[in-house]
């Protein structure tokens, strides 16, 4: 296959001609065109993503759990996730927590810059705070309570429900395992037959990708640049090393943490990994959201690095809701830079609780833009930082949510190989595409 037909050579020059686009569009005065004509076809292929993500997350689902045919082998499986999500984001909040006390980028920013910052995002950290105090008065056991759905219909209409849709999905599979018989086979047959038919739409949505990219990144650059690329520049000059901070630490999870859990838990290496995901890690990095990408995702994982589908339909939804090593690596060094930033020193006491709170936080955190600032917001009130801080950083945080996100699919993709290794349901992985 020549190099120009593969999927991810396609996104990349989808991506790389938007940015051209939007930098013209920028510098000419197109901004309200590509607003107009352009964005909305970036908005279509998201959209078109999201609307399969549930049918293909029942689906595969209902076929993994039945073809195990065994509910102690499923409850093996679902601990050793929960278990490996855990230490990785436990990993990744240290790793930003370091960075950033090495690095100490909030010494670096003029005072000058931080009140302009406070002065022109401080209306959007008020909305943030509002949604924050809402998450902060559940109950400890609330998020287990919104597991269960009272209607499954309600539950699969909101991608950010995804894992009640898990729920239904295992209940299903378990269900049919333990009728069994000529009615449990039939059944077996029509989720299979329409995980089959899912996966076909998912593949004929994809060579719509390197458009979807392209209109996607032309429109970022008019959301953060408008009609004067010179303010963003600016921006990401004062910035410039809470950014570098940022995209260091989650180099480092990445090559340090998920290099350490391939060699201890199979024999695969990085560069193959990365090779079988690479159309994931692209779209993820454009959309900005884990639930758009989820069905590409999940393709890639068992077509590509051989994860055996009843692994990979398990581990993938249950990691796009409750495992954001980017996001919870976010919050640790957006936590210490706001707070480098005003002023304040934080204890060990307080960067611990930056461990705790950013775990907790990020179980359950919708996999959409902009859900990591709400989240931080809860990270702040727990150490006693003024949350106004988050205005410093919102100017760039589509852009490093683009790369937050990455890593977030990254790691769920990791850990469906950590698993699938473990249970024995690993194949060869296929790099022809």
Same mark, same amino acid.
């Given at each position: ?212 990219? &392209?209109? %996607?990144?032309?429109?970022?650059? @008019?959301?953060?640049? /408008?009609?004067? #690329?010179?303010? $963003? +520049? ?79 339909? &398990?581990? %993938?939804?249950?990691?796009?809701? @409750?495992?954001?090593? /980017?996001?919870? #690596?976010?919050? $640790? +060094? ?100």
């Amino acid at each position: 296959m020549k190099w120009y037909k593969k999927l991810h050579w396609q996104i990349i020059i989808g991506l790389v001609l938007g940015l051209g686009w939007g930098l013209v569009s920028s510098l000419a005065g197109w901004g309200d065109f590509t607003t107009d004509f352009i964005k909305p076809f970036g908005t279509i292929f998201i959209t078109l993503l999201k609307l399969i993500a549930v049918p293909l997350v029942l689906a595969s689902l209902v076929v993994g759990v039945t073809s195990l045919n065994d509910t102690a082998q499923l409850s093996r499986m679902g601990g050793k996730t929960i278990m490996i999500y855990i230490v990785t984001t436990v990993f990744a909040i240290t790793i930003g927590l370091t960075a950033v006390n090495l690095i100490k980028p909030g010494k670096a920013l003029p005072e000058e810059t931080k009140m302009e910052l406070q002065a022109a995002y401080g209306g959007s950290v008020e909305e943030r705070s509002e949604t924050a105090k809402l998450v902060q008065d559940r109950g400890p056991l609330d998020f287990f309570v919104d597991i269960v759905p009272d209607n499954f219909f309600s539950a699969a209409s909101d991608n950010s429900r995804m894992l009640q849709v898990v729920f239904v999905a295992i209940l299903l599979g378990i269900g049919i395992i333990q009728i069994g018989g000529e009615k449990g086979k039939l059944l077996i047959n029509v989720f299979d037959a329409f995980n089959d038919v899912i996966i076909r739409i998912v593949e004929l949505i994809m060579l719509t990708a390197p458009y979807g990219v &392209f209109a %996607l990144m032309a429109s970022l650059i @008019i959301d953060l640049a /408008g009609d004067d #690329l010179g303010k $963003a +520049v600016e921006l990401l000059q004062a910035l410039g090393w809470y950014c570098i901070t940022v995209i260091v630490a989650l180099t480092l999870h990445v090559f340090i943490v998920y290099a350490s859990l391939f060699k201890i838990t199979s024999n695969m290496k990085l560069s193959t990994f990365f090779k079988a995901i690479r159309p994931a890690m692209l779209l993820g990095f454009s959309t900005s959201s884990s639930s758009a990408t989820l069905p590409v995702t999940l393709e890639r994982v068992e077509k590509n690095l051989g994860v055996e589908d009843e692994v990979a339909s &398990f581990v %993938l939804p249950i990691g796009a809701t @409750i495992n954001m090593d /980017g996001t919870s #690596l976010y919050q $640790a +060094v957006a936590a210490v830079f706001i707070a480098q930033a005003l002023g304040m020193d934080l204890t060990i006491a307080q960067q611990l609780t930056i461990v705790l709170t950013a775990t907790l936080a990020s179980i359950g955190a919708a996999g959409v833009p902009g859900a990591g600032i709400v989240m931080l917001v809860i990270v702040l009130e727990a150490i006693q930082v003024p949350t106004a801080g988050i205005a410093l950083i919102l100017g760039v945080d589509r852009i490093l949510d683009m790369m937050r996100t990455t890593v977030n699919i990254t790691g769920d993709a990791a850990v469906s190989v950590a698993v699938a290794s473990s249970e024995n349901k690993l194949g060869e992985p296929n790099l022809d595409d």
